[in-house]
């Protein structure tokens, strides 16, 4: 169970820096510079927007999980 945790928080929290990465910057830092070209196609849209907000609070909502389950089990064993 500590091992399938442990995957699934590696893979939540690689999502999570992507995710993160990929969301529009306010002042053009680290967000503009690596996907400026990409996401300027896509800024129009607002359906784009909320569609990565969300999955970036689902993947934060499971890497959560994954920190507090993996603390319990650590406690217990």
């Known amino acids: 169970m ?12 690689l999502m999570l820096i992507v995710l993160v990465l990929l969301h529009r910057g306010k ?26 907000d969300r999955l970036t609070i689902i993947a934060g909502a499971v890497w959560a999980i994954c920190i507090v389950g993996l603390g319990l089990l650590y406690k217990n064993a």
């Open 27 to 52: 002042g053009g830092g680290l967000s503009s510079m690596l996907g400026g070209s990409f996401y300027s196609s896509l800024s129009g849209s607002s359906v784009v927007e909320r569609n990565l």
């Open 2 to 13: 500590i091992l399938t945790l442990s995957i699934v928080l590696t893979i939540a929290s």
